[in-house]
């Protein structure tokens, strides 16, 4: 069953904070990571709130932004063809669409093309894959989530290091839960791109809460990254 949407907005809210350290998103938020994994070293490429990257999602959320007719929308059409692409230098270095994006980001229309590409793009997609493979508890969604956000997917290769079958097959959540999360933060800790090795914290704030036996996200407020996230009911 999916979660209700008090509990969807707070696992937004964690989300939001995993990704740039507040549970409240803004629009504007500019970062400069060298996360583009597509080359070796990785590339810099910029990344908009809460995890629009140049080489992901970026293009369709402005896309999305110009069809609402955002104030930028005329600004941001020059940038689009090729957004993305190996063959296109970063835009990481362009201060000019660095700063068209801080301006764009107090359009309330630019909130709103975030959102629901937000929930287009990674929480829908998210729940899909959790509803059709058997889980039901709201840390498994908020977790399946987090991997989307940060992953693009599930990766098959992290979810075979552990024998564990998922609740579609017959195999137990929390075990399952448990095992993936472990596998995932061997893996990030461990990964040649220094960056991953310092994103632990997102798979270890899980697995605190599952200590506690936070299954419905229910347990009073959950610490992320240093960061108190409490629930708004």
């Known amino acids: 069953m999916r979660p209700d949407e008090l509990t969807t907005t ?5 989300l939001s904070v995993a990704e740039t350290g507040k549970p409240e998103w803004n629009p504007g938020a500019i970062y400069i990571y060298a996360d583009d994994n597509r080359f070796k070293p990785p590339r810099k490429q910029v990344t908009v709130s809460v995890g629009f990257t140049e080489n ?3 293009k369709k959320m402005l896309e999305n932004y110009i069809e609402k007719g ?35 980001g107090k359009d309330p229309k ?7 590409t937000f ?3 990674y929480l829908g997609p998210a729940f899909d894959w959790a509803e059709t493979n058997g889980f039901e508890k709201p840390m498994s969604y908020l977790v399946i989530a987090d991997s989307f956000l940060h992953s693009g ?32 933060r061997r893996w990030l800790a461990n990964h040649s791109n220094k960056i991953l090795n310092g994103t632990v914290y997102r798979a270890d704030s899980f697995l605190r809460e599952i ?21 708004i009911v």
């Open 10 to 14: 707070f696992i937004r809210r964690i």
């Open 56 to 58: 992901g999602n970026l």
């Open 70 to 104: 955002g104030e930028k929308s005329s600004q941001f059409q020059n940038y689009l063809p090729g957004m993305g692409s190996k063959n296109r230098p970063s835009l990481a270095g362009n201060k000019e669409f660095i700063g068209l994006l801080k301006e764009a």
């Open 110 to 116: 630019m909130k709103e093309a975030q959102e629901e």
């Open 119 to 121: 929930d287009a793009l």
């Open 153 to 184: 997917s599930m990766l098959p290769f992290l979810m075979s290091k552990f024998p564990e079958k998922k609740p579609s097959a017959g195999g137990n959540e929390v075990e399952w839960i448990k095992a993936y999360l472990e596998a995932r």
């Open 211 to 231: 200590a506690k036996e936070n299954w419905n996200l229910n347990e009073g407020s959950i610490v992320m990254h240093g960061t108190e996230i409490n629930r």
